[in-house]
């Protein structure tokens, strides 16, 4: 797998008006240090890099601007790229204004957080005057659909976004919020919510598609993954069609693919390297990894239920 690993943090906590427990947050001081760390030790700014840094901390709402401030520098110091989460339902919008005199977008651009090494995940409530900022600094999007549905967040302006000249890719957010995370079932619910939202032209198949695969590439400044073509790297995956379920989809295979029910990759090839073949995973012992998944699971579980979370 080609890993972009978010150094994720959290600094202020509901005693300062911030929105996690203060058990969580952390001292700037010691998340600056470890971004500092972790981007020397692991970044590959290559062409064709396996493993790449991102500094991201969390949110507007859960850092303060002197970490947004300095993370942006640190950022560029070391050439990685910067995520965090913005405009994501109208209670950030409410915060942004009544904490910053701003709204997301604009404290976004008065923190340094635009620009072609950043994207911001959700968007969801970004307006008309954000969309244009974005679309003019080269600013990306990562637009999680499960997501924001599970959360009620509403259904961010992806064609909007797209007609503006925003780069979009797909995000999944994390497990608290999407227990799929399956990237093809991604791709469909952005389409259907898409169409909900602002009508039957609003999405096709391919365009979906293509936000799921050159979008994100474009949303992660790279220009050597999304596309099968000489010079690229050597990512790919493949569908096996033949079964019930893609049933007299073949005279449009994308169409089909996007549309019937999400399938799991039958073959999968990252880096040239065989990591799926006919359906199985030869990387690692599935079944000892879910067994020791499952009593993490419970442990945790166990221990949010005793002590009272």
Known sequence: MRFHAARGSMSVGRSKGGLPPDVVVEDEADILR?????????????????????????????????????????ARHYGVSLHTHLAENDNDIAYSREKFGLTPAQYAEDLGWVGHDVWHAHCVKLDEEGIALFARTGTGVAHCPCSNMRLASGIAPVRAMRDAGVKVGLGVDGSASNDGAHMLGEARQALLLQRVGFGPAAMSAREALEIATLGGARVLNRDDIGAL?????????????????FAGGGHDPVASLVFCTP????????????????GQLLTADLPVVLSRHRQLARTLFERARDSGA
């Open 34 to 74: 470890d971004s500092q760390r972790l981007v020397e030790q692991y970044h590959d700014g290559s062409r064709h890099a396996m493993l790449r840094m991102v500094l991201a901390p969390c949110s507007p709402f859960s850092v303060s601007r002197d970490l947004m401030r300095e993370s942006a520098v640190m």
């Open 229 to 245: 073509a000489p010079g690229m790297s050597a990512d790919f995956v493949a569908f096996d069609m033949s079964g019930v379920g």
């Open 263 to 278: 399938a799991n990759v039958a073959t999968s090839v990252i880096n040239g390297r065989v990591v799926v073949r006919d």
